[in-house]
């Protein structure tokens, strides 16, 4: 299972290097940009907010991701669309 932990260092990375939450459902979101994803401040929060890259750039695509869902982060990213699914 995927950790706060391991978003907040994949987000962290310097350089910063596009990465991939896999999903168990199958689906995979990639985070091209640190900005793309919002983690809580606390240890104990199970969300993400994710935004997804869209044509319209005024209204981006917005997910919650429960972390107890997430297999694993992949840094970096395997070339694939964002969300898949």
């Given at each position: 299972m995927a950790t706060l932990t391991q978003i907040r260092d994949a987000m962290r990375a310097e350089p910063f290097r596009p990465f991939s939450i896999q999903m168990?459902?199958?689906?995979?979101?990639v985070v091209r940009h640190p900005d793309f994803v919002a983690v809580p401040q606390t240890r104990r929060g199970r969300e993400i907010v994710f935004y997804?890259?869209?044509e319209d750039a005024e209204n981006p695509e917005m997910h919650l991701i429960d972390l107890g869902l997430a297999l694993e982060i992949i840094v970096p990213a395997p070339a694939v669309a964002s969300p898949a699914g």
């Open positions: 168990a459902d199958g689906r995979s979101y997804a890259e869209r």
